[in-house]
């Protein structure tokens, strides 16, 4: 597998990535298409195994938000703009302290931005806990699981050794 593939499928995988902060796009399936993509031409049992591992935990995660209360975007006032903030936070917050720094990236990319549009700590405060009780925990629950994905393939593409041969 070239550079430029493995480049293809890290951008479809951030675009999943985006597309969990987005309503209308389906980034858990973005993200599992360019794991099967990549699985398909590598070809090895790491790739297999964390196909199928990507797999199972996206069917749990689907579970998981089925049973969470429905969302509630438009009444609780949360723009693009919040979802920018949340998801660069739990981006950078996975990969400064992995796994953890997602959710607690998250959370503080909603307040950062609620602090820059009300002015205050406790109104801050106040419009992150509303969020989070509307849309945050079911957000949070598919943009964690997307990051475990994205975070696994990155290493298994980092250290995972040679391809397979080509079969003849």
Do not use: D, N
């Not at 597998?1 to 479809?12: C, E, P, S």
């Not at 509307?134 to 994205?150: F, H, K, R």
């Amino acid at each position: 597998m070239g550079v430029w593939q493995l480049l293809l499928i890290g951008v479809v995988m951030l675009l999943g990535l985006a597309g969990v902060l987005v309503p209308v796009v389906p980034g858990p399936w973005f993200v599992w298409a360019a794991m099967l993509w990549w699985a398909l031409h590598m070809q090895t049992g790491l790739a297999w195994g964390l196909l199928v591992g990507a797999t199972a935990l996206l069917l749990v995660t689907q579970a998981i938000v089925w049973h969470l209360p429905p969302r509630r975007i438009r009444g609780v006032g949360v723009t693009r703009r919040m979802a920018a903030f949340a998801g660069l936070g739990a981006l950078f917050g996975f990969f400064l302290l992995p796994v953890v720094g997602g959710v607690l990236g998250y959370l503080g990319g909603i307040y950062t931005c609620e602090r820059i549009r009300l002015g205050g700590h406790g109104q801050a405060v106040a419009s992150t806990r509303t969020v989070m009780r509307a849309v945050g925990t079911s957000v949070l629950v598919e943009l964690m699981a997307c990051l475990l994905i994205v975070g696994a393939w990155m290493g298994a593409a980092i250290w995972g050794g040679p391809p397979a041969p080509a079969p003849a």
